[in-house]
């Protein structure tokens, strides 16, 4: 299996969570989630960051306030 680093890697692609993680992504996603409970922790290809959506302003959001 060929995995991405976070420096390298295109964050375009379009299943990021696989590329970049593979099958460790479910249990990293549930060890973010212990720990940034409120998902304040955010980088476009990081763990958990479908949780957010960036505008084309430039602006943050989460998905379910989007």
């Known amino acids: ?3 991405s680093s ?3 890697g295109n964050p375009n692609e379009p299943e990021w969570q696989k590329v970049f993680y593979g099958e460790n992504y479910q249990r990293l996603l549930e060890i973010k989630n ?3 409970p409120d998902q304040v922790l955010y980088g476009r290809t990081a763990v ?3 949780a ?3 505008r ?3 602006r943050l959001c989460r998905k379910d306030t989007y």
């Open 1 to 3: 299996m060929l995995l």
């Open 48 to 50: 958990g960051s479908e």
């Open 56 to 58: 084309k302003d430039g």
């Open 34 to 36: 212990r720990y940034d």
């Open 6 to 8: 976070l420096n390298g």
């Open 52 to 54: 957010w959506v960036e």
